[in-house]
């Protein structure tokens, strides 16, 4: 099994807040991410697919596929846009990192042509990030 | 589940020395880490939790608790410090990069774990930077046995 790693960036804005918590335990839970007029972030993606080597070409996949399927899919959807209200999956869920990674996981694995999706791994700043593996 | 990973940074001092072994021994295994006056480095620490997310916050943990513990339980009392002798546990035994990782891990996998027992959370690896040219991972099995 060979992995083969993509990165792409996208910018955008959000905030954290859940309905049924009141106004002080949202405060509490989530701090300066509850502002409602949202932050924003420069996101980075990277997309890990695992499969094994086509001996005609050398490759696991044809990753202009992936950078296609990467700014189709995610880049698209959330570049520039304000996650909770222009990204339908985050209408009423936090887009916290953790959740981000889950649902790209999930705009991902079904399209998929080659190999196996393997990883999601979101940067929400250098020092921060998350992984999915799918389960 | 799901992993997050925080970094964090340190600055501390040390010097490669054992006892047991003489001076030329020393010299040899160990080189310029072995000058006796010590020196130091900028050290990089990752570490890697990992657990259900809490649906009502969208969180696996919530950061200023880590920040909190990982403070509490390791930066204190490393950062800026003397590692061989100002930490107990490297009175005895040499302040390498191993040996600090493996430390850090033993210390903060209790406080993590039992702070995130209702997510499930686990401390999944801790991953040490002694420069940028070198870092030393201590993981635990379920992060090992993942490809």
């Known amino acids: ?135 | 589940m799901v992993y997050l990973t925080r970094r964090y940074r340190f600055s501390a001092g040390h010097r490669l020395h054992n006892e047991m072994l003489s001076a030329e021994e020393n010299q040899r295994i160990y080189g310029k880490c072995n000058n006796p006056n010590g020196h130091g480095h900028n050290y990089l620490l990752e570490v890697t939790v990992g657990g259900r997310v809490d649906p009502a916050t969208g969180y696996v943990f919530e950061l200023p608790r880590m920040d909190g513990i990982v403070a509490t339980s390791v930066l204190d009392k490393v950062d800026h410090k003397n590692l061989n002798l100002d930490l107990e546990n490297f009175r005895e035994q040499v302040p390498t990069t191993e040996n600090l990782c493996l430390e850090i891990y033993n210390l903060l996998r209790a406080p993590l774990e039992n702070a995130g027992a209702e997510s499930g959370l686990r401390l999944d690896r801790v991953r040490l930077e002694e420069t940028s040219q070198n870092f030393f991972e201590c993981a635990s099995d379920r992060a090992v046995q993942r490809p």
């Open chain 1, 1 to 135: 099994m060979i992995y083969v790693t993509r990165r792409a960036e996208f910018s955008a804005s959000h905030y954290y807040h859940n309905p049924q918590f009141t106004p002080e335990e949202n405060r509490r839970m989530f701090g300066k991410c509850n502002n409602p007029l949202g932050h924003g972030h420069n996101y980075t993606l990277e997309v890990t697919v695992g499969g094994s080597i086509d001996p005609k070409t050398g490759m696991v996949l044809d990753l202009k596929d992936l950078k296609t399927l990467m700014e189709q899919e995610v880049v698209q959807l959330m570049d520039h846009k304000f996650l909770n209200k222009e990204v339908p999956a985050f209408a009423e869920k936090n887009p916290t990192t953790e959740n981000l990674a889950m649902e790209i996981w999930k705009l991902l694995a079904p399209k998929l042509l080659q190999g196996k999706l393997h990883r999601i791994r979101v940067y929400e700043t250098s020092d921060l990030f998350v992984d999915y593996y799918g389960d």
